[in-house]
């Protein structure tokens, strides 16, 4: 009998602890972050489709590719941001290298699902919009997770709350300034808050 252990290897997400050179009051694993990011992703674009009428969006495919975009951390770990970025020959190699461990894990399923599911892990099946939406998911989940930090009193996440701001913004995306005003803000709110509306 031959066994797949893509699905066991990936639920290990759970285990990588993000933001490896700050200090966290409240640790997040890589599986919380996906699971936000896919969320956050799928709103986006329904924002795209529905508010702003978007007809090449396709939020479903979207936010699955979300489920999967970080998923070949499991085999580099998470790699943090100063680090990743230094310059670009770091950065080159860093995306050979999760190119190499997305091939790694798509071989770990049966040849029938090895193709459908190596897109999702290279994000191969998206246009170009709906991978900018999927990064802006990613920023916004990052933002989220400064914000908890400052709302705990924690201001080691002050500069990265500013970088992935900016990095926001420089995509000009419709679909992400709506979701900076209309939903962002309701982070902040206390639960109290988030029940009354």
């Not at 091939?103 to 246009?127: F, Y």
Request: aromatic share 8%; net charge negative; with cysteine.
């Amino acid at each position: 009998m031959k066994f797949y252990p893509f699905n066991a290897l990936t639920s290990r997400m759970k285990y990588i602890s993000r933001w490896g050179l700050m200090r966290s009051a409240r640790q997040e694993s890589l599986s919380e972050h996906t699971a936000e990011t896919a969320i956050i992703a799928h709103t986006l674009c329904l924002i795209a489709v529905n508010i702003n009428k978007r007809t090449d969006i396709r939020p479903e495919k979207v936010a699955v590719a979300a489920l999967y975009h970080d998923a070949s951390e499991i085999m580099t770990g998470d790699m943090p941001t100063p680090v990743k970025y230094k310059n670009d020959t770091l950065r080159r190699a860093y995306k050979a290298l999760e190119a190499e461990a997305c091939t790694t894990l798509a071989t770990l399923l049966p040849d029938e699902l090895q193709g459908e599911i190596g897109e999702c892990l290279r994000v191969d099946s998206l246009n170009d919009r709906e991978k900018k939406l999927l990064k802006a998911a990613d920023h916004f989940s990052a933002i989220i997770k400064c914000i908890e930090e400052e709302q705990s009193g924690n201001k080691e996440f002050s500069g990265a709350i500013v970088q992935q701001q900016k990095a926001l913004d420089a995509m000009q995306l419709e679909e992400a300034e709506y979701f900076k005003q209309h939903m962002l803000p309701c982070y902040r709110w206390t639960l109290d808050e988030l029940s009354s509306q």
